[in-house]
């Protein structure tokens, strides 16, 4: 089950974070991944030991000068422009680079090797929760890069050799390349959303997208009874089922600023996740439909 939502901030590592403890007291095997790899912040509520850490790599261009004859046939190759031929020399932008592989192929010369170079980190630790199982996986970018799909997939495919029962991503926010990858391998996806206009709005977006990627789905409304039943005419208009609502307390945000979980600070909501969970598994089995 992939946790995302149209834009940051609507509650997306709120509901993976509780959701993911609440199942392992109940018994499951969880292994949580926070693919928001540009700022993960799972962590801050599950407090994981860690014992694991792996650089995550891609590989670019690098061009031996001495075999290179600059006839510019890479730079024409490469959609992203990350490599450019100027009369005397080759400029390689590794930041552009989506390692293709297409520099390195068509070069007459066999000049072009491509090399190793790190971009972020996955890294892996267990919460002490019982009776069940719980791990964690931080996927995390460095500083500077701009890519962050690499990161992503290195870490849900990191959470899904945890060989766990349930598997829970927090996905980034937002509808582009980044989310895509998190949610594109998902049995079903849990659209997290506020019931504001922007929230409407937010939602369309994030529907838009999980239908063009043909994954289940249902709206899972934060803060339910602090706007209006504008999303949930939505719902009910395009077929998109509302598995659940947690609900506007105060106490949430409260603990959330305390890094704690809300499921130890608010009666009730434990009861609010179960719902959400039993209407989430009937969704990726395909009990519940979306259009």
């Not at 790190?118 to 970018?141: F, I, K, M, N, S």
């Not at 990161?151 to 996905?171: K, M, Q, S, T």
């Amino acid at each position: 089950l992939a946790v995302a939502s149209g834009k940051g901030g609507t509650g997306e590592t709120t509901v993976t974070t509780n959701l993911a403890v609440h199942l392992a007291r109940s018994g499951a095997h969880v292994s949580c991944v926070d693919a928001d790899v540009e700022e993960p912040d799972a962590a801050l509520f599950l407090r994981p030991e860690w014992h694991d850490e792996q650089a995550v790599e891609v590989l670019v261009p690098r061009v031996d000068g001495s075999a290179c004859t600059l006839c510019g046939r890479c730079s024409e190759v490469c959609e992203y422009h990350a490599i450019v031929a100027l009369p005397t020399t080759v400029l390689v932008y590794d930041e552009l680079c989506h390692s293709c592989g297409a520099c390195a192929m068509f070069c007459p010369a066999g000049a072009i090797v491509e090399r190793p170079r790190r971009t972020g980190t996955v890294r892996r630790g267990r919460v002490a929760v019982g009776p069940g199982r719980l791990q964690v996986v931080e996927g995390r970018l460095d500083v500077g890069e701009a890519r962050a799909v690499p990161v992503i997939r290195a870490a849900v495919n990191a959470g899904r050799e945890e060989d766990a029962a349930v598997l829970l991503v927090d996905a980034p926010p937002g509808t582009s390349c980044p989310a895509v990858e998190a949610l594109r391998h998902s049995d079903a996806v849990l659209l997290v959303a506020e019931p504001t206009r922007f929230g409407l709005n937010d939602l369309r977006l994030a529907v838009a997208m999980v239908r063009e990627l043909g994954l289940r789905h249902g709206v899972g409304v934060n803060r339910a009874g602090s706007g209006d039943e504008r999303v949930h005419r939505y719902c009910a208009r395009e077929g998109v089922p509302v598995l659940a609502e947690l609900p506007d307390d105060r106490r949430v945000a409260e603990a959330c600023s305390r890094g704690e979980l809300a499921l130890d600070a608010v009666p009730g909501f434990a009861a609010a996740l179960n719902r959400l969970w039993e209407a989430a598994a009937c969704l990726a089995r395909g009990e519940v439909g979306a259009a």
